[in-house]
């Protein structure tokens, strides 16, 4: 009677070190990825701003509009950091 081959050890290859290592090699490849979103957000926190100063182009109540200005200018924020930390660091 045979007994069944050992269960492979986890690798060091296999911690959360490496999980992104592909990633890492393929933003060496295009490094234009990074410029394309951090304009991304950039044009979330414009468009937050347009909608905040330019009245009567949403049919909304003034508040809403304020309230969906302040969103897309923290996401376009959080996006920026984002970015920043992911490809510019």
């Known amino acids: 009677m045979t007994t069944p081959p050992p269960r492979p ?3 060091a290859d296999d911690g ?3 999980r992104y ?3 890492r090699i393929n933003q060496h490849a295009r490094p234009w990825v990074g ?3 951090l304009l991304l957000s950039v044009a979330y926190i414009g468009l937050g701003i347009a909608v905040a ?3 009567g182009r949403l ?3 003034p508040l809403w509009r304020y309230v ?5 200018m923290l996401y376009g924020a959080l996006r920026v950091v984002r970015v920043w930390r992911r490809y510019f660091r």
């Open 68 to 72: 969906f200005a302040v969103v897309l």
């Open 16 to 18: 959360p070190d490496d």
């Open 53 to 55: 100063f330019t009245p």
């Open 21 to 23: 290592a592909d990633e």
């Open 9 to 11: 050890t986890p690798g």
């Open 59 to 61: 049919p909304i109540a």
């Open 35 to 37: 410029y394309v979103a």
